[in-house]
Nanobody, 117 residues
Framework: QLQLVESGGGLVQPGGSLRLSCQAS????????IGWFRQAPGKERERVSC????????NYADSVKGRFTISRDNAKNTVYLQMNSLKPEDTASYSC??????????WGQGTQVTVSS
């Protein structure tokens, strides 16, 4: 089955860290740039970060710049999102997609991140 599977979400206190993983199943990620997106209830979906197929180029939303880091390990067919200094406003469902821009070939089911004390 061709799919993206996210993992690593959970409940964390403000100021804490989480690392999300996005693993491809049934296809290889190395030809795709990959994006991480998030959506909170009642809010529009936001693209958090994007990484090029080689990993040589990355970009971030202003809301996470300096706190989040996207990376990839093509040998493991996985893209990561390291999230530090988490804030309550980072609470959302986080999904990965390939490629970064519409139209998307693949879209994961999402993993919930909740930042709360």
């Amino acid at each position: 089955q061709l799919q993206l599977v996210e993992s690593g979400g959970g409940l964390v206190q403000p100021g804490g860290s989480l690392r999300l993983s996005c693993q491809a199943s049934g296809f290889t990620l190395d030809s795709y740039d990959i994006g991480w997106f998030r959506q909170a209830p009642g809010k529009e979906r936001e693209r958090v970060s994007c990484i090029s197929s080689s990993g040589g180029s990355t970009n971030y939303a202003d809301s996470v710049k300096g706190r989040f880091t996207i990376s990839r390990d093509n040998a493991k067919n996985t893209v990561y999102l390291q999230m530090n200094s988490l804030k309550p406003e980072d609470t959302a469902s986080y999904s990965c997609a390939a490629p970064c821009n519409w139209p998307y070939d693949y879209w994961g089911q999402g993993t919930q991140v909740t930042v709360s004390s």
